[in-house]
């Protein structure tokens, strides 16, 4: 609770005027005293006379003075019945007596119970000085009053931040403990998945290293065939695959990139036929592994193909740019959301909107990168998702016009 500084008028600056309640039944008495005030005061004084009680109240209600003068003792009245008149009103209000005659004991009394001063009039020269000194007092009881409110509600301001600060440093450590709590959870989730990850793909190598042996002895005992030769490729594809879910597993990049001359055409209408997928793509030379580029585009299409529903609804196409060869996954399925394109390509990230597999985007992305080039996706037109995959074309091509539509 904040302490009020008492009710006080506040004292004149100087040269201002200080209005003084003289309380004195004689005329010449109040005369000697208005000359004695007249001189050596740095205001100026405005001297009001009331000779007895009612017309001294009525003074103190109707125009409250800076300071009060008043004789001791009056006709039907006296100074200390007055001093307590103007205590009870304003504590603070300087109040001297003024009088012909005082025992010391009174006079000890009277400033016992809260009188400034007293004064005798065979001794007015000390008038002055003792109201300059009143005045003085008055000012510096108030400026202490002040500046101890100034004090308690500063204590309270901080106080009460200090409130806040314990709350908020409360509210953090409940927080603190609850993204404790969760990044436990997380860190145990992935690393159940990336245990999973790992386990199946030791499951999964020694089945298909079996297959493949099988199809490699199969294919040389019948002698070439088509179909035998596209399901050991396949096989090959899937267990470079499962290489790389191992590595991902352990927070390692794709590796093994083996670089030459390829036909990127011929591998993109492999891709399409074993998709059932149209890709009407003509023949296009450039550096880049044949087997990391098939798993890039196996998995963009058969992502495409799944979220479709349909391989007629899945196109496979090649724009030519200078510098740099396009090739583009259009399907007509319910495309990837704004909020989702940003984060299609993170590590463990699945959105069935967006037909990710939760590794395969991110496995294709780091091949398109360790190949020099770019991968993103934007809507189709009309409806659908469409990803873009652009590839360097050989530096002696650069600036060519391969004349491709």
Do not use: C
């Amino acid at each position: 609770m904040t302490l009020p500084i008492p009710a006080l008028r506040a004292m004149p600056a100087r040269g201002d005027v200080l209005h003084i309640l003289h309380l004195e039944d004689s005329e010449l008495d109040h005369e000697l005293v208005a000359m004695n005030l007249a001189d050596d005061l740095p205001w100026t004084v405005r001297l009001e006379r009331v000779e007895d009680e009612a017309s001294f109240i009525h003074a103190l209600e109707t125009d409250p003075p800076h300071l009060v003068l008043s004789d001791f003792a009056l006709p039907g009245y006296d100074g200390l019945s007055a001093f307590h008149a103007v205590h009870a009103r304003d504590p603070l209000l300087p109040f001297i007596i003024v009088t012909g005659a005082m025992g010391e004991e009174i006079a000890v009394d009277t400033l016992r119970q809260g009188v400034t001063d007293y004064i005798l009039k065979q001794r007015l020269e000390r008038l002055v000085p003792s109201v300059r000194r009143a005045i003085a007092e008055v000012e510096a009881r108030d400026s202490r009053a002040r500046a101890e409110q100034a004090v308690h509600e500063l204590n309270q301001s901080l106080q009460a931040r200090l409130l806040e600060v314990e709350r908020l440093r409360n509210t953090a450590e409940r927080q603190s403990q609850r993204l404790e709590v969760q990044a436990r959870q997380l860190e145990e989730a992935l690393n159940l998945q990336k245990t999973f990850l790992a386990e199946t793909s030791h499951e999964l190598r020694t089945p298909l290293t079996a297959l493949l042996g099988y199809l490699r002895r199969a294919e040389r005992e019948a002698g070439g065939s088509q179909v035998l030769q596209d399901a050991q490729r396949v096989a090959e594809n899937m267990t470079r695959l499962v290489n790389d879910l191992l590595q991902l597993s352990r927070g390692e990049l794709v590796q093994n990139i083996e670089m030459h001359f390829m036909n990127l055409g011929t591998l993109l209408r492999q891709v399409g036929r074993d998709f059932s997928v149209k890709a009407e793509v003509p023949d296009v030379e450039i550096v880049g592994d044949p087997g990391r580029l098939t798993q890039v585009f196996v998995n963009l299409v058969s992502n495409a193909v799944r979220v479709s529903g349909s391989a007629d609804l899945v196109s496979l196409n090649i724009v030519p740019r200078a510098g740099e060869i396009e090739i583009r996954v259009v399907d007509k399925g319910p495309g990837v959301p704004d909020a989702i394109k940003p984060r299609i390509f993170d590590k463990f990230y699945r959105g069935k909107e967006a037909g990710s597999a939760g590794l395969g985007l991110t496995i294709a992305q780091q091949v398109v990168t360790s190949h020099g080039g770019t991968i993103d996706v934007l809507d189709t037109p009309g409806g659908g998702a469409t990803f873009r995959v652009r590839l360097p074309m050989p530096d002696e091509d650069n600036g060519e016009d391969d004349g491709y539509a």
